[in-house]
């Protein structure tokens, strides 16, 4: 009986250990196992804040490297969510939320090129908090944890090499949705970040022309591009 009751207010969680690049696939038949035992995501109901998070580990502590996946991100981020999140209402809940614009700007602006202290400090005076869609807390505590603490000192911090991604929402309930999907528009920020002659374009066009524009905007444009580039956006 308290089962019944508590079920609709406390979801399950499922965490993994690391998993390797070749046993991404693996994901899948423990996503159709679920659904077939009657697993749900976001859409089943209003106040189910259902997501799905990964931990991409960084490929590596350069600062400069960190940087160019961070500034990917950041641009890519409007489509992501896009993409991501079907439900209108759970883009406006207020969980894992973007970074402010002026922080943006910031961190896009080409003369910005910090060193670790900098580029944490910046970070947490600007977002001194866990509710953001991608995360470097725990990313920033494995590489100076005592910088961290000074900001935020929360325990839910747990050091880590990753980025702590926090998709919108889970639709596992949907047989044509997958993890693997979600993995592969990561994995075009990644693409950008490497390229760093289309990531130089890509700053200097939205900082010129959709900085201040609504978003919609952006996410157009950034469809166009990823058209012009199929190689960027992987299928599964």
């Excluded at 980025?163 to 993890?179: G, T, V």
């Excluded at 990531?199 to 058209?227: G, H």
Aim: proline share 10%; with cysteine.
């Amino acid at each position: 009986a308290i089962g019944d009751v508590i079920e609709h207010w406390m979801p399950r969680e499922i965490v993994s250990p690391p998993i390797p690049l070749d046993g991404l696939p693996d994901l899948n038949p423990l996503c159709e196992r679920l659904r077939a035992l009657g697993a749900v995501g976001t859409d089943a109901s209003w106040r189910y804040a259902f997501s799905v998070q990964l931990n991409p580990e960084v490929p590596g502590l350069d600062c400069a490297r960190v940087l160019a996946i961070f500034r990917a991100y950041l641009l890519m981020s409007p489509w992501l969510r896009a993409a991501t999140a079907k439900n209108l209402l759970r883009r406006a809940l207020p969980f894992a939320q973007p970074f402010p614009r002026d922080y943006v700007k910031a961190v896009l602006a080409t003369d910005y090129q910090p060193d670790w202290p900098t580029f944490i400090e910046d970070y947490l005076a600007a977002n001194p908090t866990r509710n953001r869609d991608l995360d470097l807390c725990p990313l920033f505590a494995h590489i100076d944890e005592p910088r961290v603490r000074a900001h935020l000192d929360d325990p839910r911090v747990k050091p880590r090499p990753t980025f702590h991604y926090r998709l919108p929402d889970s639709r596992i309930e949907d047989p044509d949705w997958s993890i693997i999907t979600e993995w592969n528009r990561w994995v075009a920020v990644e693409r950008l970040a490497a390229d760093a002659e289309a990531l130089a374009e890509r700053m200097e066009t939205f900082t010129r022309l959709y900085i201040d524009a609504p978003e919609s905007e952006w996410v157009k444009e950034t469809n166009a591009w990823l058209e012009r580039h199929p190689g960027v956006l992987v299928s599964e």
